[in-house]
């Protein structure tokens, strides 16, 4: 007799074993990645090489599945091996650190496992998400407006990019590309590099990406952007988007919003403005005014997984537009989904505004965390990273070796470490290839030490420098001191 459905038993669905298994991993959570991970006399990474790391994580994928004993090892194993983001010398990208209200958010968000597109199935969160976006607009210095949590400011600049398109040529959602003239975009070269990969992924291609100078500090010079739109225009192309930066990856340069936006009133371009690691400085009233003039802008990108701490991923549109421009721009009216003869106001069925179908909820992580600590403990957050930067900048000028590309605009310290056998040889021949060679170095030496982590990059002709963001709320004066020891310690025998 064939067994009916009732009598099979899927060893995935068993709750009492699978609670269990829940409990103990949470501990090992708890224990091994916010407790020791964010202690600094623990290792920020247990460095390996792959084949070693492969070996021990034990990767294989088998017919049967393995005790509960293997599994909770397995646990160990991935927290042991990770690096460790929330330790305070974790200074390597614009995602170090942890807020433990945001981080409760997220436990609740992955347990409820809900899609953020109707209101029928995302109730609270349809309406959270619209009280933050609401929130940070009034930031922007909007009173109205719309916007979306996307994946990643990369996104977010994309659908800035296809809402610009979007508005000049709304033809362009039915016939496509061959109905559109060839279309131009304005950045500076130190802005991310999404707005080169949004380019080619929407068809306008990477070489209609025209590129505007900067000044010594990486700030978009308007006065350029100026004259660019005006020659792109004599050949034939059509401007229709600029996008600035607030707060660029390498340097933390903002661009002159205001001015820019002056250019853009000019034209008639879409100024869109990606803030997503400068955005947070609209907490604070200190350092607001490194975005002024961003109310004039069309669009802005805003990171808060960045510097206020929300954890990945934590990403906004914000729209100053009030005439549904997202939602006619992506709607396919999908009846199965968006019945418009619902009970309730069909409104607030904002799935079609996206471009995806299914999205995360990542508003709980922001709002639980601002609801916590208030506009106020946000703008702390935000001045204490200034404060940190400001107190290592000042130590590096009192100590031999360190030498600043220059004052920073924002919480990114760009500098070189000179060691001792290059000191005084600017003038040799190879000076700047053996310079080049430092940091490479050093950073080899602190990730397989596991004592910190931090980034370096060339930019333009300026050889491999070393770039610390601080904004970690877990960093200390000592965690400053500790870093230029550290880097000292590592690079003095080079």
């Known amino acids: 007799m064939e067994p009916t459905t009732g009598d099979l038993t899927d060893p995935l669905i068993n709750h009492a074993d699978g609670q269990l298994f829940l409990h103990e991993a949470f501990k090992i959570i708890v224990e091994d990645v916010l407790c020791k991970g964010t202690d600094v006399k623990e290792k920020v990474c247990e460095w390996r090489e792959p084949e070693e790391l492969a070996r021990l994580l034990d990767l294989e994928l088998r017919e049967k599945g393995e005790p509960q004993e293997n599994l909770l090892q397995r646990v160990r194993d991935v927290a042991k091996y990770s690096i460790k983001t929330s330790h305070p010398r974790f200074f390597n990208q614009q995602f170090a650190g942890v807020d433990y209200h945001s981080l409760a958010g997220r436990f609740l968000s992955e347990a409820l496992n809900t899609n953020l597109f109707t209101y029928e199935v995302a109730p609270v969160f349809v309406l959270m998400e619209a009280e933050v976006l609401r929130g940070l607009r009034a930031l922007v210095g909007w009173t109205e407006g719309d916007g979306l949590f996307c994946p990643g400011g990369s996104t977010s600049n994309m659908y800035a990019m296809n809402l610009a398109r979007y508005r000049l040529y709304p033809e362009v959602k039915s016939q496509g590309l061959r109905s559109l003239p060839q279309l131009t975009v304005f950045t500076s070269p130190e802005s991310h590099y999404s707005v080169k990969k949004g380019a080619a992924f929407m068809g306008f291609g990477m070489d209609n990406v025209i590129l505007v100078k900067v000044d010594d500090g990486g700030r978009m010079i308007p006065e350029d952007l100026d004259e660019k739109i005006e020659l792109s225009k004599s050949q034939g192309a059509v401007p229709f988007l600029v996008s600035c930066t607030s707060g660029t990856t390498v340097q933390g340069a903002f661009d002159p919003l205001d001015l820019i936006a002056d250019v853009c009133d000019k034209h008639k371009l879409w100024l869109h403005v990606d803030a997503a690691w400068g955005g947070s400085v609209l907490f604070s009233k200190k350092h607001s005014h490194l975005m002024k003039g961003v109310h004039r802008a069309n669009s802005v990108a805003w990171n808060p997984h960045k510097m206020l701490v929300a954890g990945l991923q934590c990403s906004v549109l914000l729209l100053k537009d009030t005439t549904d421009l997202l939602k006619k721009c992506h709607c396919a009216n999908a009846t199965y989904l968006f019945q418009q003869d619902k009970f309730y106001d069909v409104n607030l069925d904002i799935g079609d505004k996206s471009v995806q179908c299914s999205r995360k909820v990542d508003c709980l992580k922001l709002w639980l965390m601002w609801k916590a600590v208030g506009s106020a403990g946000l703008e702390q957050r935000v001045d204490k990273a200034f404060l940190h930067a400001r107190y290592v900048v000042d130590q590096m000028k009192k100590r031999e070796g360190f030498q ?14 000179i060691p001792p056998s290059l000191r005084g040889k600017e003038k040799n021949a190879d000076y700047q290839n ?23 990059q060339p930019l333009g002709d300026r050889v491999n420098f070393f770039r610390i963001t601080i904004l970690s709320p877990l960093v ?11 880097i000292e310690r590592l690079g003095n025998d080079l």
Request: aromatic share 14%; with cysteine; proline share 4%.
């Open 404 to 417: 600043l590309l220059g004052d920073p605009q924002f919480v990114n310290v760009c500098f070189w470490f």
């Open 434 to 456: 053996k310079l080049a060679k430092v940091a490479p170095v050093i950073k080899e030496r602190m990730m397989k030490q596991g004592t910190m982590m931090v980034g370096y």
């Open 476 to 486: 200390s004066q000592k965690d400053m001191d500790f870093f230029l020891d550290e």
